[in-house]
């Protein structure tokens, strides 16, 4: 495609096709979507030739175009990553389908029954960057929540992706499915993305997948909903009451269990009732696994070692080993704390104190709340989702991890007998 | 206020106060909510002299401006009227507090539990047409779902609205609540609207109540979620394995029960079989009551008195005593129609064959469906919510009637007794 204009015709003609889709799809059976993942899987398997060539000419031009090792990396196919892949399909077979359930039907004085059934959004759009994983993955949830999607993956990735693509649009045709109710975007070109997030005639919900400066760009020119990821100032606050063996081990395991993700512990507060007796500890055990700690005066005073904090570094995301902390009067103070400097992801209590328990998880609003675990189990697979198509930090239709639901709404369904309003 | 300036400065301290009053909302107690409702009743009842006599200026100066009788009338407060709006506080009251219930709560692998808990969304703009009793139901519907609101009424009931104000800060004094928990915009300037739908900051959702041009307006402008009701399309359809007098009943019902309501009927199906039994004495029935027929051929052949349909008639919401009429040659026909020409309200078959009612309940993609039941029913009233802040023609977050539980989002909460994640 030579131009803007080639580019939105092309993208208006992915999006009339996924609408057209979208309503087959919303009317599928559980069995033929499990079908078309459980042949997406197969065929993944059977033939990986074409997709490991695709992807080591991925490689060859990442490399030329002096990629990191690290995205390099995350970039690589294997045969088990392959297999890897087909197990998420088949995973997704495996759960629940989301679409029809009907809760809380219940007859009304007027005789009619009301309840609420759950139902497909309709066409969803997914871009993210250079794991190739993630078009398997994305293709899977959609499918099975009865949504059509159209997926822009990063071009680093283009040749794997529709390697990718080839699959999955085999097993959609081995079920009976339409073909283009999964369709990948096959330009690199930023304009598409840019048409892809305002053309809500086709498109009801874009999920980007990838970092900040992605995210910020989607929400800036999307006209359509954003199911939307930014960052993770995540807390734990130990409390006078916080049992010590728990305080320190979910402290550690908070900060230390991986660095790079969102849900790992940037700021810790500490009660002063127990930091005389903690911090020391802690602080042995951290800085034993290499982690730089920068403390407010309270804490340097029992953590020497400790670099001062700056206002700065409460509102920090390090995504490395770099933790703040904070020793904060009470209970009360944590929560300020965290109300003022978090950003709503996921904050914990370690505490044996059941009425503050109780305080922190209704008054903290954040999309994960916890008791005396850490703050890292915040994630679609531990919760029990499944899987994830992302973590949404908005408050708008669905917080936290995003499984199969989120990727849903809920219509009214009225079953009378002959009434009328009178 | 005199400039966008002063007007902008205006909007950014309301929402900066409803914010921070959106804090102690989040945490208060069922009882003070009920309490500060019940004191807004009382305070309403008790001392009605300010705001009748508010109402008579905003109805002299409404009359000078020259506003027609059904504008008036809408926005004329009478005794009764504000006995209405004390008992609709008194309902509101009534319902269940939607905050802080956990549904789904269960123990994974890891030993941790799992739950989700409903929480309320933060701070909702509500921008609303003439009719006064609206400051009093959207100010309840947001306390009782533990939001803070600011309410932006129409130029014309804007001296009636800030008298209603008045007994809305009492009721919350009177609970220990923050008197900032509900404000309304005191100045009728559009830029205020402008901003108030542009400052995600301290606005989480923005629900429009009004006309068509209102919606749009806020739709084009708004950076926040807007919960929006575009028109009703609906339709009825008469298949051929109807009861005949449910089908002339619901038929009947639909139309002419209120002409002005987007849940009224606006393009009648009737599937070929039965069209020759149904349609005359239909035709006769609407025909007295004074309903204007437009139909297509097959129409016209049995109700010669019919007007021709032009295609703009399927699209068309009329709002008034004309009904479009078509006969299909099947259900497959009445749902590519519907899925066609529809806007995705609210849709009714009528019919006794199990597996077509099953059909068009899963097939039809609107925020209510119906089997044997007039499209009338679709309302927050008749569904059970007990009151109805909107109807959201969206997908996202919220769809149909729109209560307590739409003004609220779910957060995750996890229960550990020391859990890390290895």
Same mark, same amino acid.
């Given at each position: 495609?030579?131009?803007?204009?080639?580019?939105?015709?092309?993208?208006?003609?992915?999006?009339?096709?996924?609408?057209?889709?979208?309503?087959?799809?919303?009317?599928?059976?559980?069995?033929?979507?499990?079908?078309?993942?459980?042949?997406?899987?197969?065929?993944?398997?059977?033939?990986?030739?074409?997709?490991?060539?695709?992807?080591?000419?991925?490689?060859?031009?990442?490399?030329?175009?002096?990629?990191?090792?690290?995205?390099?990396?995350?970039?690589?196919?294997?045969?088990?990553?392959?297999?890897?892949?087909?197990?998420?399909?088949?995973?997704?077979?495996?759960?629940?389908?989301?679409?029809?359930?009907?809760?809380?039907?219940?007859?009304?004085?007027?005789?009619?029954?009301?309840?609420?059934?759950?139902?497909?959004?309709?066409?969803?759009? /997914?871009? !993210?960057?250079?794991?190739?994983?993630?078009?398997?993955?994305?293709?899977?949830?959609? *499918?099975?929540?009865?949504?059509?999607?159209?997926?822009?993956?990063?071009?680093?990735?283009?040749?794997?992706?529709?390697?990718?693509?080839?699959?999955?649009?085999?097993?959609?045709?081995?079920?009976?499915?339409?073909?283009?109710?999964?369709?990948?975007?096959? %330009?690199?070109?930023?304009?598409?993305?840019?048409?892809?997030?305002?053309?809500?005639?086709?498109?009801?919900?874009?999920?980007?997948?990838?970092?900040?400066?992605?995210?910020?760009?989607?929400?800036?020119?999307?006209?359509?909903?954003?199911?939307?990821?930014?960052?993770?100032?995540?807390?734990?606050?130990?409390?006078?009451?916080?049992?010590?063996?728990?305080?320190?081990? /979910?402290?550690?395991?908070?900060?230390?269990?991986?660095?790079?993700?969102?849900?790992?512990?940037?700021t810790l507060l500490v009660?002063?009732?127990?930091?005389?007796?903690?911090?020391?500890?802690?602080?042995?055990?951290?800085?034993? /696994?290499?982690?730089?700690?920068?403390g407010c005066?309270r804490t340097?005073?029992? *953590?020497?070692?400790?670099?001062?904090a700056?206002?700065?570094?409460w509102?920090?995301?390090?995504?490395?080993?770099?933790?703040a902390i904070r020793v904060v009067?009470?209970?009360?103070?944590a929560?300020?704390h965290?109300?003022?400097?978090?950003?709503?992801?996921?904050?914990?209590?370690? %505490?044996?104190?059941?009425?503050?328990?109780?305080?922190?998880?209704?008054?903290?609003?954040?999309?994960?709340?916890?008791?005396?675990?850490?703050?890292?189990?915040?994630?679609?697979?531990?919760?029990?989702?499944?899987?994830?198509?992302?973590?949404?930090?908005?408050?708008?239709?669905?917080?936290?991890?995003?499984?199969?639901?989120?990727?849903?709404?809920?219509?009214?369904?009225? !079953?009378?007998?002959?009434?009328?309003?009178?």
């Amino acid at each position: 495609m030579e131009n803007s204009t080639d580019i939105q015709a092309y993208m208006d003609e992915l999006g009339r096709a996924a609408r057209r889709s979208s309503r087959a799809l919303n009317r599928a059976s559980t069995g033929d979507k499990n079908a078309a993942l459980e042949a997406m899987a197969a065929s993944l398997e059977a033939d990986q030739e074409a997709l490991l060539a695709a992807n080591r000419e991925d490689l060859a031009a990442g490399r030329e175009a002096g990629l990191d090792e690290a995205l390099l990396d995350r970039l690589e196919l294997t045969p088990d990553r392959i297999a890897a892949m087909a197990e998420g399909l088949r995973q997704v077979a495996g759960l629940p389908d989301p679409v029809g359930a009907v809760r809380d039907l219940a007859r009304r004085p007027s005789g009619i029954e009301v309840g609420k059934m759950r139902v497909p959004l309709g066409v969803v759009g /997914i871009i !993210y960057e250079s794991r190739p994983n993630v078009t398997a993955d994305a293709a899977a949830l959609c *499918l099975k929540s009865g949504n059509a999607a159209i997926l822009r993956g990063g071009s680093e990735a283009a040749r794997s992706n529709a390697a990718i693509a080839d699959h999955i649009r085999a097993g959609l045709a081995a079920a009976g499915l339409p073909e283009e109710a999964v369709q990948v975007v096959a %330009t690199t070109d930023r304009a598409a993305v840019e048409r892809l997030v305002a053309m809500p005639e086709y498109v009801d919900v874009i999920v980007p997948r990838g970092g900040k400066g992605l995210i910020e760009m989607v929400s800036r020119k999307a006209s359509v909903p954003v199911i939307k990821h930014l960052h993770g100032v995540c807390h734990v606050y130990l409390d006078d009451r916080a049992d010590r063996r728990r305080a320190l081990d /979910i402290a550690v395991n908070a900060k230390t269990q991986r660095y790079g993700t969102c849900n790992t512990m940037e700021t810790l507060l500490v009660a002063e009732g127990v930091a005389g007796d903690l911090l020391p500890e802690l602080g042995q055990r951290l800085g034993e /696994i290499g982690v730089e700690l920068r403390g407010c005066e309270r804490t340097r005073a029992l *953590l020497p070692h400790a670099h001062a904090a700056t206002d700065e570094d409460w509102d920090t995301e390090y995504l490395g080993p770099v933790l703040a902390i904070r020793v904060v009067d009470d209970l009360d103070a944590a929560m300020d704390h965290i109300d003022e400097h978090g950003s709503r992801h996921t904050d914990a209590i370690v %505490t044996e104190d059941y009425s503050r328990a109780r305080r922190f998880v209704a008054g903290v609003d954040s999309s994960s709340v916890m008791v005396n675990a850490s703050t890292r189990f915040a994630d679609g697979f531990e919760y029990g989702l499944g899987a994830e198509i992302g973590i949404s930090t908005d408050k708008f239709h669905v917080r936290g991890p995003v499984g199969l639901e989120g990727l849903t709404s809920e219509k009214f369904v009225v !079953y009378g007998d002959g009434q009328v309003r009178t």
